[in-house]
């Protein structure tokens, strides 16, 4: 690996420097983690990484790619699989954001196996993929759809979250389309907060797709996908 060290340590020292450990069993609480947490918060976290970002060039693919799994797959405390996926989508780094970094981001999503490591992946990384690049991204999409990790199905029905009026309509409906039935938590809120991010700007679609599945829909679905529609 071709990782830079010196930024994964400043990331870690930094860490273990604003480490609050009043903080820390509370957040291991609410994340539901067997990972020790070191209480940094999730605004200082992404302050660090930058910092270090900075502080620290990657100029190549192969190193920038290196350098968040060496921070992921190396982490003791809970904060650095977080750092690792802030890292994942600094700006900075806009020109490594290709089909290539595909694998990266499907292993950030499969081993963080959790809502907060996987939704900034899947909305703020796949979704400016499926833009640059719509027919491998469609076909992947579709794939991680009907996959066996439930995280890669969440990822392939919020992806386009972030897209608006970009939204691939046929693309969304295709990714829910085999998850209706599932009656998972994570799966459920999912497609009602796909489709409640897709009312922001056609609230009208939503409506005509809600009353369209409503017999397959769950109820937790179809309140999110509607809770900011007026009348609904």
Not at 6 to 22: K, N, Q, T, W
Not at 115 to 144: C, F, N, Q, S
Not at 147 to 156: I, N, V
Request: with cysteine; glycine share 4%.
């Amino acid at each position: 690996m071709s990782a830079n060290r010196v930024l994964v340590s400043a990331i870690r020292g930094e860490l273990a420097a604003h480490a609050d450990p009043a903080r820390a069993p509370q957040m291991q609480a609410y994340l539901k983690t067997d990972m020790p947490c070191r209480g940094v918060t999730v605004p200082l976290q992404r302050e660090i990484v930058a910092r270090a970002a900075a502080d620290f060039p990657i100029e190549s693919f192969a190193d920038w790619r290196d350098t968040v799994l060496e921070l992921r797959r190396g982490a003791e405390y809970r904060e650095e699989l977080g750092c690792a996926g802030f890292l994942a989508r600094q700006s900075r780094y806009r020109a490594f954001q290709t089909l290539a970094a595909l694998p990266l981001y499907e292993e950030l999503i499969v081993r963080g196996a959790w809502w907060d490591l996987v939704d900034d992946i899947a909305t703020h990384r796949l979704g400016p993929l499926v833009l640059a690049y719509p027919e491998p991204m469609r076909k992947t999409m579709l794939a991680w759809s009907r996959d066996r990790s439930l995280w890669k199905r969440r990822s392939s029905i919020i992806c386009q979250m972030t897209l608006k009026k970009k939204t691939d309509l046929e693309l969304l409906y295709a990714c829910i389309e085999p998850n209706l039935s599932d009656g998972d938590f994570f799966i459920r809120k999912a497609i009602g907060w796909a489709l409640r991010g897709l009312a922001h700007t056609d609230p009208d679609e939503v409506v005509r797709y809600v009353r369209t599945t409503e017999s397959h829909l769950s109820p937790l679905s179809k309140r999110e996908a509607l809770k900011n529609i007026p009348g609904n």
